[in-house]
């Protein structure tokens, strides 16, 4: 059984959706606000969080942004907002999707799935590298000349999409298909915000170059 915890003020979302996810393999759990969602994360062991974005107190980003600082457990965000704006600011901060309400509890399910199966360790601990910046799939670790850098969910499977067509450029508007994170609502521009932040962690323009008009390559270099 997955165990999931839920931070949401609506006590009848959790209502809603934990007899159905109950049916299909989730144990839910509810924290009503940000610092006890915190507390709970502290005490016990949970596979993934859904996360409300907007919530009295201390909202969703200010918990994740806590969440980000001490784990890397999966983040679902869940909004009412549907402006591309505010998914960036959730992406951007180290959440692994976002849903927006209103949705079904089948498309959630499907969507947590997608997420718990991106984060499992892959059988084998494939290794991907390429111009001194090396990925290993099973443990998610990327080491660029050598040194651990620290990359959010979605900027490990865009760098691993590249590091898969090293020295080819990947269309922009098919990196997130080649990423495996086409169930992401988020465009293009979307996409551009975070390869700027993945470039900046891989060390510059020498490591994935902008092909204007086209899409973005990771050079081959050494490997």
Same mark, same amino acid.
């Given at each position: ?62 918990? +994740?942004?806590?969440?980000?600082? %001490?784990? #890397?457990?999966? !983040?679902?965000?869940?909004? &009412?907002?549907?402006? @591309? *704006?505010? =998914? ?69 499977? +865009?760098?691993?999409?590249?590091? %898969?067509? #090293?020295?080819? !450029?990947?269309?922009?508007? &098919?990196?997130?298909? @080649? *990423?495996? =994170? ?42």
């Amino acid at each position: 059984m997955v165990r999931v915890l839920l931070i949401d003020d609506d006590a009848r979302l959790f209502e809603l959706l934990s007899g159905y996810l109950t049916q299909n393999g989730v144990d839910l759990e509810h924290a009503r606000d940000g610092a006890t969602g915190l507390r709970a994360l502290g005490e016990e062991t949970h596979d993934a969080v859904l996360l409300d974005g907007m919530m009295p107190g201390m909202d969703g980003l200010e918990v +994740l942004r806590r969440i980000r600082e %001490r784990s #890397a457990i999966p !983040v679902l965000m869940l909004t &009412a907002r549907g402006d @591309e *704006a505010d =998914r960036v600011v959730g992406l951007e901060l180290g959440a692994d999707d976002y849903i927006s309400k209103p949705f079904s509890s089948r498309e959630l399910l499907a969507r947590l799935r997608a997420v718990l199966r991106r984060m499992a360790p892959l059988v084998g601990s494939e290794r991907l590298s390429a111009n001194g910046v090396v990925a290993e799939l099973g443990t998610r670790e990327v080491r660029v000349e050598g040194e651990l850098v620290e990359l959010t969910g979605l900027e490990f499977d +865009l760098l691993v999409a590249l590091l %898969r067509r #090293a020295g080819r !450029v990947v269309p922009r508007a &098919a990196l997130l298909r @080649e *990423a495996g =994170r086409d169930d992401t609502s988020v465009g293009e521009r979307t996409v551009d915000v975070h390869v700027s932040k993945l470039r900046k962690k891989l060390g510059g323009h020498d490591k994935i170059k902008t092909v204007r008009g086209v899409g973005y390559v990771l050079g081959r270099g050494e490997g």
